[in-house]
C-alpha cells in the first residue's frame, strides 16, 4: 500500500472547497465594481447636465433659460415639497430628471440651483443619487 501515489478524496475536497470561495471572490468583486462603474457614469453624465443647464441659465438668463419647462411637484420619494420647475432627459446610460431652483428675485446676487436625479436600477428616482450645482449671477 505504500506504493500508491495521490490525492486522498478528503484532500480532493478541501482544495474544491478552496478553489470555489476564491472563484465567489473574484465574481463578486467584478460584479462590485460593474455596479460602481455605472454608478459613475450616471454621476458623470448627472454632473454634465446639471453644468449645460447653468451654463444656459448663466448665458440666457433665468426667464429665457427655463421657458418652456414643466412646473410640478417632485415625485414624492424625493422627498421636497412644492413646485417645480423640472424636465426629464433620457440619456444611453439612464433617466434623469433635473429641477431648478431659484432664490427670490430680490436677493443680490440671485442663486440659481439645479439638482439633477438619476434613476436607480428599479427605475425609480432616489433623493441620495442626485449632483446639485449652483450659480450666483451678477446684474
Known amino acids: ?23 465567489l471572490g473574484v465574481l463578486q468583486s467584478t460584479l462590485l465594481a460593474a455596479r460602481l462603474e455605472l454608478r459613475s457614469r450616471a454621476i458623470t ?26 412646473t410640478a411637484t417632485l415625485p414624492e420619494a424625493l422627498g421636497r415639497g412644492g413646485t417645480w420647475l423640472q424636465e426629464e432627459v433620457v440619456r444611453p446610460n439612464g433617466r434623469f430628471l433635473v429641477a431648478y431652483e431659484r432664490d427670490a428675485p430680490s436677493a443680490e446676487p440671485p442663486r440659481c440651483t439645479v439638482h439633477c ?6 427605475g425609480v ?6 449632483v446639485r450645482l449652483s450659480l450666483r449671477r451678477q446684474r
Open 45 to 70: 453624465t448627472g454632473t454634465l447636465l446639471a453644468q449645460e443647464r447653468l451654463e444656459r441659465i448663466g448665458a440666457l438668463g433665468w426667464e429665457r433659460a427655463t421657458a418652456g419647462l414643466v
Open 1 to 23: 500500500m505504500g506504493a500508491d501515489r495521490g490525492f486522498t478524496f478528503v484532500e480532493v475536497l478541501v482544495v474544491m472547497l478552496v478553489l470555489s470561495f476564491g472563484v
Open 117 to 122: 436625479f438619476w434613476a436607480s436600477e428599479r
Open 125 to 130: 428616482f432616489d433623493p441620495r443619487q442626485v
